[in-house]
């Protein structure tokens, strides 16, 4: 079945330091690949997306591009801010009804 | 409104007690769906709503549990007899076509 697997957080970064955060996914066919981000307190905010192979998602500085032959999606942000902390969701919508989340990355950014 | 609402934002509630969670999706979104999010722990899928489809019952985690969606707007979610493990923040969200929108989520603690 379809999955997604994100990397094991927390990730500390200092301020302006370069951000990556790991997402591979499992699923038949072509899904739509995404990144929601869940600040501390809030719901999930979509952050970016990507429909098809080889296209680049970005918002806010971050981008990721769909890479069907590695199967990923990996996040990145070439200078992060402490504004940045939040929770990371890596997701696949493949069909059947729902979107698949991977486990969550909590990013916290120090000055 | 602009986005999904839901209410309430905030209820404890006593072991045994039946709540009510309410979900106002996007005009015009024809999905609605229903997701948890436990403390520390990933977005766990509950229900999906499309038109005026039977929906899809699949992630519902005991009898307890059910939602309706009238007039494929409003949606509510009802839990019965509360359990501590039930605690958690209940997101709901909607789509147009692939891409979902979260509301901020109903926060539920049992006590």
């Known amino acids: 079945g379809n999955s997604v697997t994100q990397m094991e957080g927390p990730v500390t970064l200092s301020e302006e330091a370069f951000l990556t955060i790991n997402c591979t996914y499992t699923?038949?066919?072509?899904?739509?690949l995404f990144w929601y981000v869940q600040y501390p307190g809030e719901g999930l905010q979509l952050l970016l997306k990507?429909?098809?192979?080889?296209d680049k998602g970005s918002n806010k500085g971050f981008e990721a591009t769909y890479r069907k032959e590695t199967t990923s999606f990996h996040l990145e942000k070439g200078s992060v801010q402490v504004s940045d902390s939040a929770v990371y969701f890596c997701?696949?919508?493949?069909?059947?009804?729902?979107?698949?989340f991977g486990a969550g990355t909590r990013l916290a950014v120090h000055p | 409104g602009a986005g999904v609402s839901q209410s309430p934002s905030n209820k404890v509630t006593e072991k045994g007690k039946d709540v009510e969670l309410r979900c106002d999706p996007i005009s015009g979104h024809t999905a609605l769906y229903w997701y948890r999010q436990s403390l520390g722990q990933g977005l766990e899928f509950l229900i999906y709503?499309?038109?005026?489809?039977?929906?899809?019952k699949s992630g519902l985690p005991s009898d307890r549990f059910s939602a309706e969606r009238t007039g494929g707007s409003v949606s509510t979610l009802t839990i019965q007899r509360t359990q501590q493990e039930d605690s958690a923040v209940y997101l709901c969200?909607?789509?147009?076509?692939?891409?979902?929108?979260f509301g901020e989520g109903s926060w539920l603690t049992v006590v």
């Open positions: 990507a429909t098809k192979a080889d």
């Open positions: 709503f499309q038109g005026n489809s039977a929906p899809d």
């Open positions: 699923a038949t066919g072509y899904p739509s």
């Open positions: 997701a696949l919508w493949g069909g059947y009804n729902k979107l698949i």
């Open positions: 969200a909607s789509s147009l076509e692939n891409t979902i929108y």
